[in-house]
């Protein structure tokens, strides 16, 4: 996930940041290459909130993906971890 530390805000309970974790027409680290659309019919019918995870790991859930979209560069995320959930 691409972010700035201007895209970063918080209150001391919680972080909000913004960032990107896809961006199209750009290999990763895999060598993967992700092109506009690829996640248009998941976001569609997703209706449940997304959970964000520490690298992934199902079971070190450490906030919310409060919104999800494609737009011209990427999958642009906004997401808050909780800091509530370190205690």
């Known amino acids: ?3 700035t530390p201007d895209q ?4 001391g309970r919680a ?7 896809a961006l199209f027409g750009k290999r990763d680290a ?3 290459l992700v092109l506009p659309g690829a996640f248009a019919k ?10 964000l995870y520490w690298q ?3 079971d070190q859930r450490i906030g ?5 979209a494609e ?9 808050t971890i909780d800091y509530a959930l370190e205690d």
């Open 71 to 79: 737009d011209s560069r990427g999958l642009r995320v906004v997401a």
């Open 1 to 3: 996930l691409e972010v």
């Open 8 to 11: 970063v805000r918080g209150d």
């Open 64 to 68: 919310w993906i409060e919104t999800v």
């Open 56 to 58: 992934h790991k199902p």
């Open 15 to 21: 972080m909000r940041f913004a960032g990107y974790a």
């Open 42 to 51: 998941t976001l569609a019918e997703r209706r449940d909130p997304l959970p």
């Open 30 to 32: 895999g060598r993967d």
